[in-house]
């Protein structure tokens, strides 16, 4: 098992930035795709972007392209998300997800391709 622990969301202006970080922890040398989801009010969780701990080799979703970078430090076993230029419907609260094992970037796109997930921490974008 996975063990994934958020920090860094917060209340921010529209046009500001924040950084998300995500630790993890456990069985963690099979989950090749780290990833980071979002779920507004009244919406399915989506996805936002993923990364690879061997190549760094990332994924972006369209609404996001440009403003946010996924990172990752293989050392400290941890993965960032920086957002820049906020939007007031980039509000959601954001998770962490680790990958099932075996699976590699190109499958790892769904909600379902990922089995392990933080508590969650919440964005809120102010206009």
């Known amino acids: 098992q996975v063990q994934l622990v958020e920090s860094g969301g917060g209340l921010v202006q529209a046009g500001g930035s924040l950084r998300l970080s995500c630790a993890a922890s456990?069985?963690?040398?099979?989950?090749?795709?780290m990833g980071w989801f979002r779920q507004a009010p009244g919406k399915e969780r989506e996805f936002v972007t993923t990364v690879t701990w061997s190549t760094g080799d990332t994924r972006t979703a369209n609404s996001v392209r440009g403003r946010f970078t996924i990172s990752r430090d293989n050392a400290r076993n941890t993965v960032y998300l920086q957002m820049n230029d906020l939007k007031p419907e980039d509000t959601a609260v954001y998770y962490c997800?680790?990958?099932?094992?075996?699976?590699?970037?190109?499958?790892?796109?769904?909600?379902?391709?990922?089995?392990?997930w933080g508590q969650g921490t919440q964005v809120t974008v102010s206009s």
């Open positions: 456990g069985r963690t040398y099979s989950r090749y795709v």
């Open positions: 997800a680790a990958s099932r094992p075996g699976l590699g970037i190109a499958r790892a796109m769904g909600v379902r391709d990922f089995d392990s």
